[in-house]
C-alpha cells in the first residue's frame, strides 16, 4: 500500500522538515503528525519512542537512549521537555528487580512498584517522568515503537472475536494480546509474543488499541498509518449503511427546535448532577452523535459503554441514556426521565463501586453520569471545566466510532466491570489526582462580567479569571468583548480536547455583544451563556453610564431615561434573566451590582446619574430579598476611578481640571491629565491616595465569593474614604 493510497488517514510526513531535525526532534515532530488526527489517537491517547545513540554525560562513551512520551501531555501538542529519556542497559536491569518479587503479573504490588523505579534510569537529568506505559516500549527490540488508540484498531479490539479478526485483516503481520493494565508484565507479554513470532510488525492489545514499530522512524510512522488504513478498509467493506445500530428509532430535531430545548434543559441538568460538584457542560452534535442516539440499538450499546481505558475515565463506565420521544413526547416527561434515569444511574455506580472494590480502594467518586444522550438533541458532556468537558465529549463521540465499526464487523464488548473498575480506581491514578493543585476558588463557575470591554469590568474580568473561572466576557460593545475574552484565552490558554459543538466549542473565556436596556438582548446573551458551558454562576454589572450635565446639572431628557435606564432598570432585567436559569439550577451564586458613592452624596451637577445610582443602591436590597436564599445580591460602589474609565473621556477630565483651577497643557495624552485629577481627588479622601481598577476589581471579586457567603443586600463603598458617602 503507497501512502498515496490512504482513504482513512492523512500522510504528512515531510523528509525536507525531518531532515533538518536531531532524533529527538525526529521523535517530538512523529508524535506531532500522528497526534495531529483523531482517527489516529485521541487527545492525550497514545506514546511513541526511540532508542537514540547518545554520548553518555558520564562516562563520555555512546550508550541506547530510550526517549519515550512521558505521562501526562498530548501527542499533537508535545514538545520535547514531554518527553522522558532512559538508559536502555539501566531499565532493561530492572526485569532483575521486578523477578526478585515473590508475587509478580499484571496488578501484582511490584508492578506498580516499578513505576517509580524508572526515576533511577533516567539519562541526562531530564525531569519528565516515565509513563505506565514506558515498558511497552523499552522492551520492544526495535529502534521506533509507536503505541495509537485508532478507532480502526480499538473496534477490531474490542470486538467479540478479537482475535480471528486480526489474522483476517492484517494475515499474520499483526499479533494479538489480550487485554491486561499497561504495566511491566504487558511489556514482558509483547516480547514474549515478538519472540514466539519474530515476523510480526505489531500488536492489537485486546480491548485497548494497536502498537507497531520498525528499525527507521519514518517507516514506523508510514507502517502505523497503513496498519489504521488497512483496519479501516475492511471495516468499510462491512458497513451496514442504513442498518447501522439497528436502523433510526427517532428522528432529530432541526437546530432551532434543538437550541430552545437545550436553553431549558442544560441548566436543569447542570443543576440536577451538580450537587456536590458543579459541572460544566459541552454540547456535541453531530450526524454521527445523532445516528447513534436516535438508533435502534443506542440503549443496548449505551450500557455496554467504553472499551478504551482512555475513554472511560473520561466517560466513566457507561454514559446515561435517555429513551425520549423528540418527536411524540413533551419536556416535562424528558424532565421526569432524566430524573429517575440519574437516580437509577447513581445505584448502578454505587452497586459497581461495591461489587469490585478492594479492601485499599479508595472512596467512591462523584457516582453522576459525565455523558448523557438524548435521542433528537445529541450528546452533552460533563467536567471540572471546559477543557475536561471538552475532552469527554471527544471521547465519547469516539467510542461512538468505534462501536458503529465494530458492531459493522462483528460484535461490541465492552471491558470487563471489575478491569474496569481496576484502572478507574488504581492506586497510581489515585496518586496523580492527589498530586494535582486544589482547584481555585472559581474553578467550576461559569461568571459573567457586564461590561468587561473596559475599566472596572475588564479588571474584573481579569481578577476573577485568575481564580479559575470561566470567563463570560459581555458589554455593549462585541468587540471590546472580545478583545479581553482574547486577552483571558492568551493567558490561560484555550485548553484541550477538541469536543463541542457551535458555541460550545469554546474555551475558558467567550466575548459577547448585549445592549442591557433590551430584554431581548439579555435574554440572548444568557442563552448563549448556557449552550456555551451549561449554565451560568456569578454577575457581576459593571455597565453604566455618565452623561455630561450642562452648567446647572441638567442633561436632555432623552439622556435622562438612557441613564436610568443603563444604570438601574439595566440591573434589574439582568436579574430578571437570569433568576429564570438560577431558578433552574438551584445551584448558590451571586450578583453584584456596580451603584456609585455618588448615591449617597446630595450635591450640585448631576442629578440623572446621581439619582439612578441611589435607585440602583436600592435594586440591591430589593433584589437581595428576591432572590433569597440562591443568590446574595451586594453593590460595590466606587468612587472616581479616573484610570482607564471610559466614563472619563478626555473632555469631561478637562472640564473637571478647568472646573478645579487644576494647570494642564492640552498637549498633555489623556492619561496624564486622568493622573492629575485622579491626584487632585485622592487629596478629598481619607486614605490620600488614587483609586485603581484593581482597588475596584478586588472588591467585586471578594463580594462574588464565598468569602462573603453570610453578606447579602449591603452596598461597599470603594471610595478612598469619602466622609459625606458614608451610609447610614
Ligand atoms: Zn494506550
Redesign the pocket.
Known sequence: MKPTDFKHVNYLWDDEIANKLDAVERLRYRSNLLGSDQRITNTG??NTSSKIKMTDPLSGEEVDVLWVKGSGGDLRTSTRANFASLYMDKFLSLEKVYNKAEVKGAKTEIEDAMVEMYRHTTFGLNPAASSI?TPLHGMIPFRHVD?M?PISAIAIAASKDQQRLTQEVFGGEVGWVPWQR?GFDLGLVMRDALKLNPNLKGLIMGQ??LINWAEDDKACYELTLTLIEKAARYIEQHDKGEKTFGGQKYASLNEEERNKLLVQLLPKLRGMISQKNRFIGTVHVTDSVLQFVNSADAKRLAEIGTS???HFLRTKIKPLYVDWNPQKESVESLFEKLEAGLVKYRSDYASYYEACKHPNSPAMRDPNPTVILIPGLGLIAWGKNKSESRVTAEFYSLAIEVMRSSEAISEYQGLPRQEAFDIEYWLLEEAKLKRMPPEKEFARNVVVVIGAGSGIGKATAHRIAKEGAHMVCADLSEDSAQATAKELIDNYGVGIGIGGTGVSSCGPAIGFGVDITKRESIRSLFEKIVLAYGGVDNIIITAGIFVSPDKVGHIPDDKWALTYAINATGPYLVADEAKTIWNLQGLNTSLVITTSANAAVAKQGSFAYDTSKAAANHLVRELAIELSPLVRVNGLAPATVVEGSSMFPRDRVISSLTKYNIPFEESESTELLRDKLALFYAQRTLTKSPITLADQAEVAYLLSSNKFSKTTGQIISVDGGLQEAFLR
Open positions: 491517547g497514545g506505559d503505541h488508540h499497561p485497548h488499541g478504551c481505558p482512555d
